[in-house]
């Protein structure tokens, strides 16, 4: 039997809920980017600037590995989430739910952050004595997204990896290095790119991500 | 500060009409704490000439005057300091490839106290003696003291130009680019080639290192397709700004081209707007340009010739004269005399001549030139001395007249008695060199061709094709075929196609004048040899002469490298543009062989001056390398804790109270903890979620100790070695299932063990069912203990039974903490009753606020890094990268208990620490050590020995790991290894201390707190 | 800089993404312990270091973390090849090269 972790049972939806100590019931949730307030900043500034930058609210994150198992993991989650697992360095989209392409035998799926137990736990029943490992990895990761015409040249001051529209399109995604962390790196559609980034990086990314917009307006945008 | 009267300074040198100026934006610059006027479109040189500025610097070596030489890159003298204040300061400005802007502020930077009367010049020529050809060699192979004082002289003396003493407000980027081709030089060749590889639809982009494209054709005033070759170049342009797939830079130099054709093109983007950038605007980007196919249309420099006081102020190149007068309406004197060994150097005469000026005579070096312009000087009515030399230019600070004396055919002797010619300017051209620098930064060494006589690019594997003049091109013609050729190739070999035949450009039509052929002539011969003439200037930035290049030669430094680095040729910050074929000639004819033979020597990036601005981009300040902060860490700033770096990770280290001292802190921080319960933010510690079939086969061959019995619900402590048997990492590893395992590293090692992990499964026993995955940054992990941890722990858990029975020492359980889920690890890195707390980062911060809500009650105290470090060495626990180097093995840092021999699998390790060096008794030891003074706190590093009276070098028998004064112990305790220690418990070593101080300790057991373990399994 | 092509994202990626574990090709002995001092000790320190053809291990940290095979030139810095961790090179290692 592997270990699961216990039951996310708290759905929280906003990052900016009022603190409420121990005795709550209900935890508070904190995004990589708590501390950057980016509710207040979003109302103090302009939208339709070059570049818009939002911290997605916590979402659950589920590391998929198989390699000789593969296609019982492809069965298992076709099955739960009605998406087949995506080739080299697509995505796999249904409502709310990604399946990112990460390596030959690893996927990471990203869907509502209390589905994430219920999904981990169909999956292995169904895989049952197959080889696949299933990480909870929801904490460990800062979600933002880029979008507006500037975007493009906000990436191109980022990363070495070619992110011109014709190489990287909607609905690819590679891991790549951004200024001095890494990413997992999904363009959504034209002009909108996901930046998966790890949490302890995420005030980093934050910084370099204002410098690195400056010059085309950056406008902040609740996620 | 000093005052300016406008009007006073006219711009005597310019033409009252013509260049590519604007005349109605007039700009006002300072130099050398004068005020002058120039134009928008001017450079700073084409501004100083129009003001008639003669001397623009001093030479480095010989303190002799200088002035402007050329109009481009390659200019050796007019390197200027720029910047109105303390901060905006950029050294070695070249005053022909900056922008003139309203108040610019320069100066010259080897002229001291200044140019005009340079108290220096006199010493000079002294200094001059003593630093003759070999300088660099001579001082190099000297005592370093020696070279300090020389290198003192040569500042103050000549000066290098100087950086700012203050920070750099301007900010600085990088840009990453992604083309099918690139494009370097937009002059003729590349315009062609980038409108020809743009037509296919190819992502194309062409730099220029000029404010415009066109390069030469912006002054050579020739005609294409009928119409002036301006108006070409804007319609070209035009037509290129229209495809979204191409980038056109300008002010931009392609500074390296480097493997696998990656290229940086650093661009200057605020230079030419002000002494600071529009705010939001980087001053300068690099642009980091990988391309599939690169076309060098990097052009070619003219070479001046080198004759007796070449150097003076009013010896130009040929082209530069021109570019003054067509592109910026400037004559830079009064009457020329023109010397030239091939057709081109005539264009400039008749530049001169058309402005109404006065061309003394065109000198032609070739007994009888037979080309088009000939007649045409003949028309104009130009005195045409052929068959001559410019022999030595004479004057003080500006040319006043000029020797010509006849030559022979090969130009190495004169056949007749030299004349005097009175001017104040001299324009030379003694042929072109293709600029093949790029083409040599990755290892290809250029190719001289004697019918150009000059050098072009050599082969290379990589998809690269070199086109126009700097491939050996002469005319426009084959410059534009030339261009047209590379773009199709270019396209071709990215597999892309045109659409249709009339989609590749026709070449333009030119009409070209008949060309004579031009004369190998390099050093002009003079009434006395090299030596005994006045001094004929091969580098002028590094002084090297004609004379010290026989010299050097003579001296047997016969291969070209050795020459340039006796010499110092080449070695400036124009890298030798102008100089270094003149300098191979001479060589070459000093030992009798051929220019092909000598060869030449290999330029490196970069092509010009890179300002480190440029090279750290954004990479600055904050962002210079990434900051990694824990969930809690917010928390930690708002109660005060000072901070250390681990890794990137910032880690609180010490939370100090008003008032108190760091080592007042750690007594508070380790004592609470003992009496009651301490708190430390653990989040940092690498966390590898491990699963498959066979991850505990997999923990057997990685870890040194044995893990087949362990059960889930248990953790172990697990030693990690390297193939060499020694130390690499260690950590908690817990059974979360029979095919599940989380396992902890240390902060640093987090990364690397992973990797190990990872190349050891994929390279070695990919046989193995297992996954690796991180969880590091999913877990905060917060560590309370001391005797109250578990009355506090049970204030926030109710879901887990915490009897010591039930959750036992080394047990793990999961379940909900102030309301988060977790997973609880009852380990102990401090010798207390603990429990170590994981839950998703994203509840750190609230699960944290919750522990210290109810902590009040127990005087919870946070306590850092520096406190965990005390408590644990109180315990003797090990900090692998600390208390180890990658030297010393398990059984050296006495856990031989973490060996287990009898695995069947010989693990990683195993075999290494077998080696008859491993074995051998005296190796180091890890042991505890006690001052005899339990006041005295040895430092970390500090090297033992035996016997302090022995006579020096002594012998080293160890060094101290770590040390610390402990409150809890009530004195300083420390970690060393010593040969042998373990063997030698109650012995003294000695420390000799920097000091002077020798402090003596005796070797004990590394456990000061609870050896027999009681507390951490109440 | 080079630019490497990863067998496993079948993409050309940036140098920036990789790093460099050393020579390829090298099996830890099947028996440590029935291994000399000596044997161990060319298997743990001895490497080739050629002028030419050279056949080096890689790792795509920044990308999908798998180890693959390159075979360069030392001299050129040209990549002739890449091939999956377990699999075999398709040169001629013994062929004289230019360089
Ligand atoms: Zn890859």
Same mark, same amino acid.
């Given at each position: 039997m592997h270990s699961i972790l216990m039951s996310e049972q708290y759905a929280h939806n906003s990052v900016t809920q009022k603190n409420e100590f121990a005795d709550s019931a209900i935890p508070m949730m904190e995004t990589a980017l708590h501390h950057a307030q980016m509710s207040k900043l979003a109302a103090r500034t302009d939208s339709g600037l070059g570049v818009s930058l939002s911290e997605l609210p916590m979402a659950g994150l589920l590391v998929f590995r198989a390699s000789k198992d593969k296609a019982a993991l492809a069965k298992a989650v076709e099955s739960v989430l009605q998406v087949s697992l995506p080739e080299t360095l697509s995505t796999s989209i249904v409502g709310d739910k990604c399946v990112r392409w990460i390596a030959p035998d690893e996927w990471l799926l990203s869907c509502a952050i209390d589905e994430a137990y219920t999904i981990e736990k169909s999956i292995r029943e169904i895989t049952g004595d197959a080889s696949i490992a299933i990480v909870n990895v929801a904490g460990g990761f800062s979600a933002l997204t880029l979008q507006g015409p500037s975007a493009v040249d906000v990436l191109r001051k980022s990363t070495a990896y070619d992110v011109h529209p014709q190489n990287l399109m909607p609905g690819k995604v590679v891991n790549t290095v951004f200024a001095k962390a890494q990413v997992c790196l999904r363009c959504v559609e034209e002009n909108h790119y996901e930046l998966i980034i790890r949490r302890s990086f995420a005030d980093y990314v934050w910084h370099w991500l204002q410098v690195a917009s400056a010059e085309y307006g950056l406008s902040i945008e609740v996620g | 500060?000093?005052?300016?009267?406008?009007?006073?300074?006219?711009?005597?040198?310019?033409?009252?009409?013509?260049?590519?100026?604007?005349?109605?934006?007039?700009?006002?610059?300072?130099?050398?704490?004068?005020?002058?006027?120039?134009?928008?479109?001017?450079?700073?040189?084409?501004?100083?000439?129009?003001?008639?500025?003669?001397?623009?610097?001093? #030479?480095?070596?010989?303190?002799?005057?200088?002035?402007?030489?050329?109009?481009?890159?390659?200019?050796?003298?007019?390197?200027?300091?720029?910047?109105?204040?303390?901060?905006?300061?950029?050294? *070695?400005?070249?005053?022909?490839?900056?922008?003139?802007?309203?108040?610019?502020?320069?100066?010259?930077? *080897?002229?001291?106290?200044?140019?005009?009367?340079?108290?220096?010049?006199?010493?000079?020529?002294?200094?001059?003696?003593?630093?003759?050809?070999?300088?660099?060699?001579?001082?190099?192979?000297?005592?370093?003291?020696?070279?300090?004082?020389?290198?003192?002289?040569?500042?103050?003396?000549?000066?290098?130009?100087?950086?700012?003493?203050?920070? &750099?407000?301007?900010?600085? &980027?990088?840009?990453?680019?992604?083309?099918?081709?690139?494009?370097?030089? $937009?002059?003729?060749?590349?315009?062609?080639?980038?409108?020809? !590889?743009?037509?296919?639809?190819?992502?194309?982009?062409?730099?220029?290192?000029?404010?415009?494209?066109?390069?030469?054709?912006? /002054?050579?005033?020739?005609?294409?397709?009928?119409? #002036?070759?301006?108006?070409?170049?804007?319609?070209?342009?035009?037509?290129?700004?229209?495809?979204?797939?191409?980038?056109?830079?300008?002010?931009?130099?392609?500074?390296?081209?480097?493997?696998?054709?990656?290229?940086?093109?650093?661009?200057?983007?605020?230079?030419?707007?002000?002494? +600071?950038?529009?705010?939001?605007?980087?001053?300068?980007?690099?642009?980091?340009?990988?391309? /599939?196919?690169?076309?060098?249309?990097?052009?070619?420099?003219?070479?001046?010739?080198?004759?007796?006081?070449?150097?003076?102020?009013?010896?130009?190149?040929?082209? !530069?004269?021109?570019?003054?007068?067509?592109?910026?309406?400037?004559?830079?004197?009064?009457?020329?005399?023109?010397?030239?060994?091939?057709?081109?150097?005539?264009?400039?005469?008749?530049?001169?001549? &058309?402005?109404?000026?006065?061309?003394? !005579?065109?000198?032609?070096?070739?007994?009888?030139?037979?080309?088009?312009?000939?007649?045409?000087?003949?028309?104009?009515?130009?005195?045409?001395?052929?068959?001559?030399?410019?022999?030595?230019?004479?004057?003080? /600070?500006?040319?006043?007249?000029?020797?010509?004396?006849?030559? %022979?055919?090969?130009?190495?002797?004169?056949? $007749?008695?030299?004349?005097?010619?009175?001017?104040?300017?001299?324009?030379?051209?003694?042929?072109?060199?293709?600029?093949?620098?790029?083409?040599?930064?990755?290892?290809? +060494?250029?190719?001289?061709?004697?019918?150009?006589?000059?050098?072009?690019?050599?082969?290379?594997?990589?998809?690269?094709?070199?086109?126009?003049?700097?491939?050996?091109?002469?005319?426009?013609?084959?410059?534009?075929?030339?261009?047209?050729?590379?773009?199709?190739?270019?396209?071709?070999?990215?597999?892309?196609?045109?659409?249709?035949?009339?989609?590749?450009?026709?070449?333009?039509?030119?009409?070209?004048?008949?060309?004579?052929?031009?004369?190998?002539?390099?050093?002009?011969?003079?009434?006395?040899?090299?030596?005994?003439?006045?001094?004929?200037?091969?580098?002028?930035?590094?002084?090297?002469?004609? !004379?010290?290049?026989?010299?050097?030669?003579?001296?047997?430094?016969?291969?070209?490298?050795?020459?340039?680095?006796?010499?110092?040729?080449?070695?400036?910050?124009?890298?030798?543009?102008?100089?270094?074929?003149?300098?191979?000639?001479?060589?070459? *004819?000093?030992?009798?062989?051929?220019?092909?033979?000598?060869?030449?020597?290999?330029?490196?990036?970069?092509?010009?001056?890179?300002?480190?601005?440029?090279?750290?981009?954004?990479?600055? =300040?904050?962002?210079?390398?990434?900051?990694?902060?824990?969930?809690?860490?917010?928390?930690?700033?708002?109660?005060?804790?000072?901070?250390? %770096?681990? =890794?990137?990770?910032?880690?609180?280290?010490?939370?100090?109270?008003?008032?108190?001292?760091?080592?007042?802190?750690?007594?508070?921080?380790?004592?609470?903890?003992?009496?009651?319960?301490?708190?430390?933010?653990?989040?940092?510690?690498?966390?590898?979620?491990?699963? =498959?079939?066979?991850? +505990?086969?997999?923990?057997?061959?990685?870890?040194?100790?044995?893990?087949?019995?362990?059960?889930?619900? +248990?953790?172990?402590?697990?030693?990690?070695?390297?193939?060499?048997?020694?130390?690499?990492? &260690?950590?908690?590893?817990?059974?979360?299932?029979?095919?599940?395992?989380?396992?902890?590293?240390?902060?640093?090692?987090?990364?690397?063990?992973? %990797?190990?992990?990872?190349?050891? /499964?994929?390279?070695?026993?990919?046989e193995l069912d297992v996954y690796f995955t991180s969880v590091t940054d999913h877990w905060a992990t917060m560590t309370i203990a001391g005797p109250n941890s578990r009355e506090l722990l049970s204030r926030v858990c109710q879901d887990i039974d915490l009897d010591k029975e039930a959750f036992k020492f080394m047990d793990w359980r999961e379940g909900t903490v102030a309301g988060a889920p977790a997973r609880v690890f009852r380990i102990s890195f401090t010798g207390e009753l603990s429990y170590e707390i994981n839950v998703p980062a994203h509840y750190g911060m609230h699960v944290w606020e919750a522990l210290f809500e109810h902590g009040r009650d127990f005087n919870l105290t946070p306590y850092g890094t520096e406190s965990m470090h005390v408590l644990r060495a109180e315990k003797g626990f090990v900090i692998v990268g600390q208390d180890t180097d990658g030297s010393i093995t398990p059984i050296d840092m006495n856990h031989a208990w973490a060996v287990a021999n009898h695995k069947s699998f010989s693990y990683i390790g195993k075999r290494g620490m077998q080696r008859e060096d491993c074995l051998k008794p005296e190796r180091k030891q890890l042991v505890g050590l006690e001052t005899i003074d339990p006041n005295t706190v040895l430092p970390e590093g500090a090297q033992a020995v035996r016997n302090p009276q022995q006579s020096i070098p002594m012998t080293m028998v160890g060094h101290v790991t770590s040390s610390y004064y402990s409150a809890n112990v009530g004195r300083s305790i420390a970690m060393a290894v010593i040969r042998d220690g373990l063997n030698r418990m109650g012995e003294s070593v000695y420390f000799p201390l920097a000091d002077g101080r020798t402090v003596e300790a005796r070797i004990c057991a590394s456990c000061w707190v609870d050896p027999a373990g009681d507390c951490h399994k109440s | 800089m080079f630019v490497i092509y990863c067998p496993y994202c079948e993409e050309h990626r940036e140098e920036d993404e990789f790093h460099a574990s050393g020579q390829a090709h090298l099996a830890r002995p099947l028996n440590p312990d029935e291994c000399t001092d000596k044997e161990w000790g060319d298997f743990l320190y001895f490497r080739k270091n050629p002028r030419g053809l050279h056949q080096e291990i890689w790792q795509h940290t920044a990308g999908c973390r798998k180890f693959f095979n390159i075979t360069r030139n030392t001299v050129s810095y040209e990549i002739l090849e890449t091939y999956k961790a377990g699999e075999r090179s398709k040169i001629d290692m013994e062929k004289p090269q230019h360089d």
């Amino acid at each position: 039997m592997h270990s699961i972790l216990m039951s996310e049972q708290y759905a929280h939806n906003s990052v900016t809920q009022k603190n409420e100590f121990a005795d709550s019931a209900i935890p508070m949730m904190e995004t990589a980017l708590h501390h950057a307030q980016m509710s207040k900043l979003a109302a103090r500034t302009d939208s339709g600037l070059g570049v818009s930058l939002s911290e997605l609210p916590m979402a659950g994150l589920l590391v998929f590995r198989a390699s000789k198992d593969k296609a019982a993991l492809a069965k298992a989650v076709e099955s739960v989430l009605q998406v087949s697992l995506p080739e080299t360095l697509s995505t796999s989209i249904v409502g709310d739910k990604c399946v990112r392409w990460i390596a030959p035998d690893e996927w990471l799926l990203s869907c509502a952050i209390d589905e994430a137990y219920t999904i981990e736990k169909s999956i292995r029943e169904i895989t049952g004595d197959a080889s696949i490992a299933i990480v909870n990895v929801a904490g460990g990761f800062s979600a933002l997204t880029l979008q507006g015409p500037s975007a493009v040249d906000v990436l191109r001051k980022s990363t070495a990896y070619d992110v011109h529209p014709q190489n990287l399109m909607p609905g690819k995604v590679v891991n790549t290095v951004f200024a001095k962390a890494q990413v997992c790196l999904r363009c959504v559609e034209e002009n909108h790119y996901e930046l998966i980034i790890r949490r302890s990086f995420a005030d980093y990314v934050w910084h370099w991500l204002q410098v690195a917009s400056a010059e085309y307006g950056l406008s902040i945008e609740v996620g | 500060m000093i005052k300016l009267v406008h009007g006073r300074y006219v711009q005597n040198y310019r033409l009252p009409s013509g260049g590519r100026i604007d005349r109605s934006k007039i700009f006002t610059f300072r130099f050398n704490n004068r005020y002058y006027k120039g134009y928008e479109g001017d450079t700073l040189a084409s501004a100083l000439l129009a003001n008639g500025i003669n001397v623009v610097g001093r #030479s480095f070596k010989y303190s002799r005057a200088r002035g402007i030489m050329s109009a481009g890159v390659e200019e050796p003298n007019a390197i200027l300091q720029v910047g109105a204040t303390e901060a905006t300061q950029i050294p *070695n400005v070249r005053a022909t490839e900056q922008s003139l802007y309203d108040g610019l502020v320069c100066s010259t930077v *080897n002229g001291w106290p200044s140019v005009r009367f340079d108290a220096m010049s006199l010493v000079g020529k002294l200094a001059g003696g003593a630093m003759g050809p070999g300088f660099y060699y001579k001082t190099f192979m000297f005592p370093a003291f020696m070279w300090e004082t020389y290198e003192k002289v040569i500042r103050k003396a000549a000066g290098l130009g100087r950086s700012s003493k203050e920070r &750099d407000p301007d900010s600085y &980027d990088h840009m990453h680019h992604h083309v099918d081709v690139m494009v370097v030089g $937009g002059g003729a060749t590349g315009l062609m080639a980038a409108l020809t !590889a743009a037509r296919s639809g190819a992502r194309v982009m062409l730099a220029d290192e000029q404010n415009e494209m066109g390069g030469g054709l912006l /002054h050579n005033g020739v005609e294409i397709d009928k119409s #002036s070759a301006i108006d070409w170049v804007n319609s070209v342009c035009t037509e290129l700004d229209s495809y979204p797939n191409v980038v056109r830079l300008t002010r931009s130099v392609v500074t390296g081209l480097h493997d696998h054709n990656f290229l940086t093109v650093n661009e200057r983007r605020t230079h030419h707007l002000g002494d +600071r950038g529009p705010t939001g605007m980087s001053r300068e980007r690099m642009h980091k340009v990988r391309a /599939h196919s690169v076309i060098l249309a990097t052009g070619a420099h003219e070479r001046p010739l080198v004759f007796a006081n070449n150097d003076l102020p009013g010896c130009m190149q040929c082209s !530069a004269v021109s570019q003054y007068i067509r592109r910026y309406a400037v004559v830079p004197g009064s009457s020329i005399v023109v010397m030239t060994t091939n057709d081109a150097g005539y264009q400039c005469a008749f530049d001169w001549h &058309d402005v109404g000026r006065d061309v003394v !005579a065109i000198v032609d070096t070739r007994a009888k030139p037979d080309g088009d312009v000939v007649d045409k000087a003949r028309e104009r009515g130009i005195e045409l001395i052929t068959g001559s030399a410019v022999i030595e230019a004479n004057g003080s /600070h500006r040319v006043r007249n000029v020797l010509v004396a006849p030559i %022979n055919d090969a130009g190495t002797f004169l056949t $007749g008695e030299p004349q005097t010619l009175l001017c104040d300017t001299v324009a030379s051209s003694g042929g072109w060199s293709p600029a093949v620098h790029l083409s040599c930064h990755t290892g290809s +060494r250029p190719v001289w061709r004697e019918d150009i006589l000059g050098f072009v690019p050599g082969d290379t594997h990589e998809n690269r094709i070199a086109s126009g003049r700097v491939n050996g091109a002469q005319s426009l013609s084959e410059c534009l075929t030339d261009g047209v050729n590379a773009g199709k190739q270019a396209v071709h070999s990215c597999g892309k196609q045109f659409d249709s035949g009339e989609s590749v450009p026709p070449v333009p039509a030119v009409v070209e004048p008949r060309v004579g052929k031009a004369m190998a002539l390099y050093l002009v011969p003079h009434t006395k040899t090299p030596t005994r003439a006045p001094k004929q200037f091969v580098d002028m930035q590094n002084d090297v002469t004609a !004379a010290a290049i026989q010299t050097s030669t003579r001296e047997g430094f016969e291969s070209i490298e050795h020459v340039k680095r006796y010499t110092a040729m080449g070695f400036g910050t124009d890298q030798g543009k102008t100089g270094n074929v003149n300098g191979m000639a001479i060589v070459a *004819n000093t030992l009798q062989q051929s220019i092909k033979d000598t060869g030449t020597t290999v330029f490196r990036p970069n092509y010009t001056p890179v300002t480190f601005g440029a090279v750290a981009g954004s990479h600055t =300040g904050a962002l210079f390398d990434p900051k990694r902060f824990t969930p809690m860490h917010r928390w930690h700033i708002e109660h005060g804790a000072k901070f250390e %770096n681990v =890794g990137q990770w910032k880690r609180a280290w010490y939370f100090p109270r008003e008032g108190e001292s760091m080592q007042d802190t750690l007594n508070r921080e380790c004592t609470a903890t003992r009496e009651s319960v301490g708190i430390l933010d653990a989040s940092t510690l690498g966390k590898i979620d491990i699963q =498959g079939r066979d991850a +505990r086969e997999f923990l057997e061959r990685v870890y040194t100790n044995a893990w087949a019995k362990l059960a889930p619900g +248990r953790c172990r402590y697990g030693l990690m070695c390297g193939d060499d048997g020694m130390v690499m990492d &260690d950590g908690v590893t817990s059974c979360l299932a029979d095919n599940h395992f989380l396992m902890t590293t240390t902060t640093g090692g987090a990364a690397n063990v992973l %990797n190990w992990l990872e190349l050891c /499964h994929q390279t070695d026993w990919p046989e193995l069912d297992v996954y690796f995955t991180s969880v590091t940054d999913h877990w905060a992990t917060m560590t309370i203990a001391g005797p109250n941890s578990r009355e506090l722990l049970s204030r926030v858990c109710q879901d887990i039974d915490l009897d010591k029975e039930a959750f036992k020492f080394m047990d793990w359980r999961e379940g909900t903490v102030a309301g988060a889920p977790a997973r609880v690890f009852r380990i102990s890195f401090t010798g207390e009753l603990s429990y170590e707390i994981n839950v998703p980062a994203h509840y750190g911060m609230h699960v944290w606020e919750a522990l210290f809500e109810h902590g009040r009650d127990f005087n919870l105290t946070p306590y850092g890094t520096e406190s965990m470090h005390v408590l644990r060495a109180e315990k003797g626990f090990v900090i692998v990268g600390q208390d180890t180097d990658g030297s010393i093995t398990p059984i050296d840092m006495n856990h031989a208990w973490a060996v287990a021999n009898h695995k069947s699998f010989s693990y990683i390790g195993k075999r290494g620490m077998q080696r008859e060096d491993c074995l051998k008794p005296e190796r180091k030891q890890l042991v505890g050590l006690e001052t005899i003074d339990p006041n005295t706190v040895l430092p970390e590093g500090a090297q033992a020995v035996r016997n302090p009276q022995q006579s020096i070098p002594m012998t080293m028998v160890g060094h101290v790991t770590s040390s610390y004064y402990s409150a809890n112990v009530g004195r300083s305790i420390a970690m060393a290894v010593i040969r042998d220690g373990l063997n030698r418990m109650g012995e003294s070593v000695y420390f000799p201390l920097a000091d002077g101080r020798t402090v003596e300790a005796r070797i004990c057991a590394s456990c000061w707190v609870d050896p027999a373990g009681d507390c951490h399994k109440s | 800089m080079f630019v490497i092509y990863c067998p496993y994202c079948e993409e050309h990626r940036e140098e920036d993404e990789f790093h460099a574990s050393g020579q390829a090709h090298l099996a830890r002995p099947l028996n440590p312990d029935e291994c000399t001092d000596k044997e161990w000790g060319d298997f743990l320190y001895f490497r080739k270091n050629p002028r030419g053809l050279h056949q080096e291990i890689w790792q795509h940290t920044a990308g999908c973390r798998k180890f693959f095979n390159i075979t360069r030139n030392t001299v050129s810095y040209e990549i002739l090849e890449t091939y999956k961790a377990g699999e075999r090179s398709k040169i001629d290692m013994e062929k004289p090269q230019h360089d």
